[in-house]
């Protein structure tokens, strides 16, 4: 079992804000990655060092990470953004661990 | 531009070996590790290990300790993931990644191969 706990699934209007949780015991001393998996397609990087775009990533992809819980957040969601999301938190490389993914329907 | 090209698929035996490769091009090879992650079909994300393409040095899921070894070959710009004692639950897409520059274990992964299907069965 995934020690970074997401929920299953998040659904959102188009044109609304949508927002993916991980939680996992201090993870807010830890830094957060978030990755997009679309269907059929390899994971991709969308937030890193809690914060932080990869180039190329639309700027309504913003992150946050503290206490326990770090939160992905998309605005303005649109139908492209549809996919499984996934966390993932490393403490200085000794222990690296993904979440187990959210659903996120855009509808 | 960065790319990692990986093996094609392979179908397996309980208890044989795999060795999948991930062939980079575009970056310095050995100023990056590589990540090997992977997903069973309608799972999530699990992380393997990471090697060092500088100094060879690993660390592996404590899990897989034992039947997981991950290599690099500079003179290919090439990685490797050998998986041994093969069960039925290693079916999964096996995936190679970049991480940031020179940085360990646990990097955020901004380049990623195409997977390889990996198929263990009877």
């Known amino acids: 079992s995934s020690e970074l706990t997401q929920p299953p699934s998040v659904s959102v209007s188009p044109g609304q804000t949508a927002s993916i949780t991980c939680s996992g015991d201090?993870?807010?001393?830890?830094?957060v990655s978030w990755y997009q998996q679309k269907s059929g397609q390899s994971p991709e990087l969308v937030m890193y060092?809690?914060?932080k775009r990869p180039s190329g990533i639309p700027e309504r992809f913003s992150g946050f990470n503290s206490g326990n819980t770090a939160t992905l957040t998309i605005g303005g969601t649109q139908t492209i953004d549809e996919a499984d999301y996934y966390c993932h938190a490393w403490d200085r490389g000794t222990h690296v661990v993904f979440g187990g993914g959210t659903k996120l329907t855009v509808l | 531009q960065v790319q990692l090209v990986q093996s094609g698929g392979e179908v397996k035996k309980p208890g044989a070996s795999v060795k999948v490769s991930c062939k980079t091009s575009?970056?310095?090879?050995?100023?990056?590790?590589i990540t090997w992650v992977r997903q069973a079909a309608g799972q999530g994300l699990e992380w393997m290990g990471w090697v060092s393409a500088y100094s060879g040095d690993t660390n592996y899921a404590q899990h897989l300790q034992g039947r997981v070894t991950m290599t690099t070959e500079t003179s290919t710009t090439t990685a490797y993931m050998e998986l041994r004692s093969l069960r039925l639950d290693d079916t999964a897409v096996y995936y190679c990644s970049r991480g940031a520059l020179g940085a360990a274990a646990g990097t955020p992964l901004f380049h990623w191969g195409q997977g390889t299907l990996v198929t263990v069965s009877s």
């Open positions: 575009g970056y310095s090879f050995t100023r990056y590790g």
């Open positions: 060092e809690d914060k």
């Open positions: 201090k993870l807010g001393d830890k830094f």
